[in-house]
């Protein structure tokens, strides 16, 4: 397997599919570098603009069906390039800056989930001097400390079970990772970093976000109650589990007791 990088190659697409339509699919889920589509092997290699954006699609896409394509597709990272016949230098390593891994100093993910919170923690406490209101330290370092003790916080998305991590399609161009919070947190613990709004390059949602709780059975409650939630221009949120393979047509309007439609988003569902 690859290395983790900004070059992610996606197999098992449409045959119908081409190099403009594949930008406007994967230019969703983050900024695009390039894109060079293989017909002939129905694949496509895409280059990210960060290792965060080619992370998070290898994570939260391989297997699944992004937003436009209605079949499972396969994305892992792709291999540097060789070093070229006429003497140039290898391709140097990826830097792993940005996203989760920032900070020189920051302990390896698959290092001791203990040491690595006791070193945070000394961190802490030597950032904490000269007295004053408040503690010490930034509230980021401090978050940083907890984040090992938190439920569902030494876990990164990827190795989150399917059954915990929600698709939801649907959302309105105006939907942001804290409206996700707000929907969905009073049905359970969602871990840190647990939501997550695909976004343009303008700000806007794409209506695709994602949301991890610490629970499946929570998850399943949350489906069963928001899944097709009728929106004000008629249309249908649309709540899966992760790779579930049942995205064809949108779900039928769930009946009210009266045997009417499903209310819209902003009416109290019955």
Not at 32 to 52: M, Q, V
Not at 89 to 95: D, E, F, G, L, M
Request: aromatic share 6%; charged share 15%; net charge neutral.
């Amino acid at each position: 397997m690859a290395n983790p990088c900004e070059r992610v190659y996606v197999t098992s697409l449409p045959g119908d599919t081409n190099e403009e339509r594949l930008k406007e699919i994967f230019g969703a889920y983050g900024t695009l570098k390039g894109c060079k589509h293989i017909p002939s092997a129905k694949s496509c290699l895409l280059t990210f603009a960060s290792l965060e954006e080619a992370k998070w699609v290898v994570e939260n896409l391989d297997g699944n069906m992004p937003e436009g394509i209605t079949e499972p597709i396969k994305a892992q990272y792709a291999a540097a390039p060789a070093s070229s016949a006429y003497g140039k230098a290898p391709v140097a390593p990826v830097s792993f800056g940005g996203g989760w891994n920032t900070g020189r100093d920051r302990v390896s993910p698959y290092a001791d989930r203990q040491a690595s919170a006791t070193a945070i923690m000394n961190q802490l406490v030597a950032a904490a001097k000269g007295g004053g209101r408040g503690g010490g330290g930034s509230i980021q370092m401090l978050k940083a400390g907890m984040l090992p003790t938190l439920p569902g916080g030494i876990s990164g998305r990827g190795s989150r079970p399917n059954d915990c991590q929600l698709l939801v399609k649907g959302l309105p161009p105006d939907t942001t990772d804290a409206d996700l919070l707000e929907i969905f947190s009073p049905f359970g613990a969602i871990p840190p970093k647990g939501v997550k709004a695909m976004l343009t390059h303008d700000g806007m949602c794409t209506g695709v976000g994602w949301v991890d709780f610490n629970d499946a059975a929570t998850a399943q409650t949350a489906i069963n109650t928001l899944h097709g939630t009728q929106l004000v221009d008629g249309s249908l949120l649309r709540i899966n589990v992760k790779q579930a393979r049942s995205w064809g047509a949108p779900s039928p309007s769930p009946p009210t007791q009266n045997g009417g439609a499903a209310p819209v988003a902003s009416a109290t569902k019955t």
